[in-house]
């Protein structure tokens, strides 16, 4: 054969392995980039619902505190002073005692009272005169929701209620926050840069963790790539959570490069391109997503619980209890220090104590509603389970199961034969024969489920058990839930009796 045959045989054939990589490439690209995307917009809603369970429990406070207020009886006497002198000793007598009301006047640093008539006394702050009679005239004639004021070179976002007795009106309570804290909240909230945090009211944006420059609200929603959104309870205010997909961008760069180099080295190793693509692309992208999912799952103290033990503390302080604040700051940090730790199995009865600790923190922050009840064994000291197993198990029971109300957790274990059966009960409001099959449907069948909704997000922990479960101890094992309406929810984990090899020979 002539050289320039072979040389033409030699191009075509270079050609035509350029043209199988592209299309194969091509084909890889669209079907990985399609993963990522949907993997980034279910992560990106998982943030997003932590994010906003994590403020709406801050402009709840502030809410919760301008009705309870409106409803105090102290309150009520105050605005009912025909006379300004009786008015604000009224109000004074207030400020100096605070015994009655201090435990109303979280969540905002600024608390005003107005009557009827625009007449107005701080309980707390120093908002100037003029910025308060404009927040009157906002709110004169209306029964509550949110209100923004300026004083100066300060803005002020808060809410405010009417104040009634026997459907008259007697005035208004008013609580105010700093927007530049606000502001802070919500960059302390969110860490992501992908995502942005707007608190809006209505049309009006009143702030964002971002910098917006002419936006709107509808803008924003025609040109964000996933958006979130929630009204937070009564008053007015509205969160809206939004993502541009900027991650994709990365994988876009990524495949760009890497598309020559590939094909440079398939021009010199075809025959080991599927090899290549098997052993260093495929299986270590599965690897690093199981190490990575199992590493998540080890970690449930979440930034909920976190921050709402913050919040715990927080309060504590504003109320004076430094002590128990102390004690519930060094409970939070025995916890963090235990979830981190590096043995992935622990001892059953550090499981308890871990669990017991936690619930420790939840009586603390709501006092006097929860009754705990916590079976021992000496067995607990043999059995080994995975570190931080039960905990999201536990606060659900206390978020959803409970739900606030006054109620009982029970904990046990029994161990038969090679079987271990942990059971998490509580006897809260319970759930249907419908919302059972739901929740079961979305733990169980996880895998085929596209999360959209919050009511499928707040199983999130409850998949990642069921999922870790299975990963480490096999199909055979898992957890299971039964519920009655106005009787509770009992779920038992089921496990492999596991004891350390020195323990075994024993």
């Not at 005003?112 to 100037?128: A, C, I, K, Q, T």
């Not at 922050?365 to 000291?381: A, C, K, L, V, W």
Request: charge should be negative; include cysteine.
């Amino acid at each position: 054969m002539k050289k320039g045959q072979i040389l033409k045989n030699f191009i075509m054939a270079i050609s035509a392995l350029g043209i199988i990589l592209v299309l194969i490439w091509v084909f890889f690209y669209v079907l990985t980039r399609s993963v990522i995307d949907r993997n980034l917009a279910e992560q990106t809603r998982s943030s997003s619902e932590a994010i906003l369970y994590g403020i709406e429990e801050e402009l709840l406070m502030m809410e919760n505190s301008a009705f309870e207020l409106a409803c105090n009886e102290d309150i009520i006497h105050m605005l009912k002073s025909m006379d300004t002198y009786s008015f604000y000793r009224t109000g004074a007598g207030l400020s100096e005692e605070k015994s009655s009301i201090s435990g109303y006047i979280q969540g905002s640093e600024n608390v005003v009272v107005f009557d009827e008539n625009g007449r107005f006394f701080r309980l707390r702050g120093s908002v100037d005169n003029t910025a308060l009679n404009r927040a009157f005239h906002l709110i004169n004639g209306k029964t509550g929701g949110v209100i923004g004021i300026s004083a100066g070179d300060q803005n002020y976002i808060g809410t405010y209620e009417a104040v009634k007795e026997e459907q008259k009106s007697l005035g208004y309570t008013v609580l105010l926050s700093e927007e530049v804290k606000i502001e802070k909240m919500l960059k302390t909230y969110n860490q992501s840069e992908d995502i942005g945090v707007i608190l809006y009211s209505g049309d009006r944006i009143l702030c964002s963790d971002k910098i917006l420059d002419h936006a709107s609200l509808d803008m924003i929603r025609e040109k964000a790539s996933l958006v979130y959104e929630k009204e937070v309870g009564l008053s007015g205010f509205g969160l809206l959570l939004y993502s541009h997909g900027t991650g994709l961008a990365g994988v876009t760069s990524y495949f760009r490069v890497a598309l020559p180099a590939t094909i440079l080295i398939l021009v010199f190793a075809i025959i080991f391109f599927a090899l290549y693509v098997k052993n260093r692309m495929v299986e270590p992208i599965e690897l690093v997503r199981e190490r990575t999912e199992k590493y998540l799952l080890k970690k449930q103290i979440n930034a909920h619980f976190t921050v709402n033990t913050l919040n715990v503390i927080r309060a504590l302080v504003y109320k004076g209890d430094k002590q128990e604040a102390s004690d519930t700051c060094d409970e939070l940090a025995r916890l963090l220090r235990y979830a981190n730790a590096g043995e992935d199995m622990i001892r059953l009865s550090e499981e308890f104590y871990t669990l017991e600790q936690y619930l420790k923190i939840m009586c603390t922050r709501y006092q006097g509603m929860i009754d705990i009840e916590m079976d021992d064994d000496e067995f607990y000291e043999e059995i080994h389970v995975p570190r931080m197993l039960l905990q999201p198990i536990v606060e659900n029971a206390v978020n959803h199961g409970l739900a606030g109300r006054k109620g009982k957790i029970c904990i046990s274990a029994r161990a038969t034969g090679e079987d271990l059966f942990i059971k998490i009960s509580d006897n809260g409001k319970g759930m249907s024969k419908e919302e059972l099959s739901e929740v079961k449907r979305t733990i169980f069948d996880a895998d085929n489920i596209e999360i959209n909704e919050p009511k499928e997000l707040r199983h999130i922990s409850l998949q990642n058990i069921e999922r870790r479960i299975k990963t480490e101890c096999g199909d055979k094992y898992g957890i299971d839930i039964e519920s009655e309406p106005g009787k509770g929810t009992e779920v038992t984990v089921h496990l492999p009796v596991v004891k350390r090899e020195s323990e075994t020979h024993t």
